[in-house]
């Protein structure tokens, strides 16, 4: 049986907050809310930048980011991994509470290829801090 200690359910902009800690200000890591949003609202667009492979993701209003491929964590062959995939953390707990729920991506996915995915706690994975 594995323990974990109780820091509540959403940590966006707390002490637990890897993004609010370390940039400060209104700086903190997005929520499972967020990312929704994200997956939901936007358009995701397989492209290359710099030479960095990722999507672009498109708001309504226009506006864009881009979240780079990344590497995963327990892929055997991270160079392969880190060419089609991206995983970012957000600041919400998952089910069971030894997760937290990440947004996931497939960079050659036909599809829009983006969704919220649990995954356990103790493994290091990417933050895309947002601000207020």
């Given at each position: 049986?594995?323990?974990?200690?109780?820091?509540?359910?959403?940590?966006?902009?707390?002490?637990y907050d890897v993004a609010h800690v370390k940039w400060g200000g209104?700086?903190?890591m997005p929520?499972?809310?967020e990312f929704e949003e994200l997956?939901?609202?936007?358009?995701?667009?397989g492209t290359e930048i710099n030479g960095v492979k990722g999507k672009l993701?498109?708001?309504?209003?226009?506006n864009s980011i881009f979240l780079p491929c990344t590497e995963m964590p327990s892929s055997a062959d991270s160079t392969a991994a880190t060419s089609?995939?991206?995983?970012?953390?957000?600041?919400?707990l998952g089910i069971p509470r030894a997760y937290?729920?990440?947004?996931?991506?497939i960079y050659n996915d036909i599809v829009s290829g983006d969704r919220?995915?649990?995954?356990?706690?103790?493994i290091g994975l990417v933050v895309r801090p947002v601000m207020d």
């Open positions: 049986s594995e323990e974990y200690q109780d820091i509540g359910s959403d940590i966006s902009g707390t002490d209104n700086w903190r929520t499972e809310e997956a939901k609202k936007c358009s995701w667009n993701v498109t708001g309504p209003n226009g089609i995939y991206g995983i970012y953390w957000s600041a919400t937290a729920v990440c947004l996931l991506f919220c995915w649990n995954a356990r706690r103790d």
